[in-house]
């Protein structure tokens, strides 16, 4: 980012999500694992529900929206790869899918996820031409509600 006030700071950590979209390669997949992480130690050591991510979600939207929108301006570019809050919002709805935690349900979701991300099913792509951070954030938004509909109809029929 060009200029170094606080508020740029504050925007680039959260939108690299404290670097993890700093990695040299893959770093909507950094993004992705960068998201489950805390979920994981909010799981087994808080007692999180799969619910509670999609409220975690809901919550960090709006600064997600903001920073992703500033590093974007900043760097002149519309969809910066480096911009990975959208990958953790996604993660987090796609986690609020799940029946039950366990190590399969955090795999199928992360495995979710980044398949529908990377394929973008209708209306995902068409969310991407929303302005600034809407459209940078709205895309992963939609695809973490679709991986969360297919991990809960996955729970129901005890396949993880």
Known sequence: MKS???SDRLASAIATWFG????????GTAGSLGALAPAI???????WRPLYFGALALVCMAPGIWAAGRVARACG????SRVVIDEVLGQWITIAGATTLNWKSWLAAFVLFRLLDIWK???VRQLESLPGGY???ADDVMAGVY????LFAA???NLY
Not at 20 to 27: D, E, I, R, T, V
């Open 4 to 6: 170094a006030n606080a």
């Open 20 to 27: 993890c979209g700093l990695a040299p390669f893959a770093p």
């Open 41 to 47: 130690l909010l799981a087994r050591y808080a007692g």
């Open 77 to 80: 570019e519309k969809d910066p």
């Open 121 to 123: 099913p209708a209306p």
């Open 135 to 137: 459209g940078i954030v």
């Open 147 to 150: 991986g969360a509909l297919v």
């Open 155 to 157: 729970g129901c029929f």
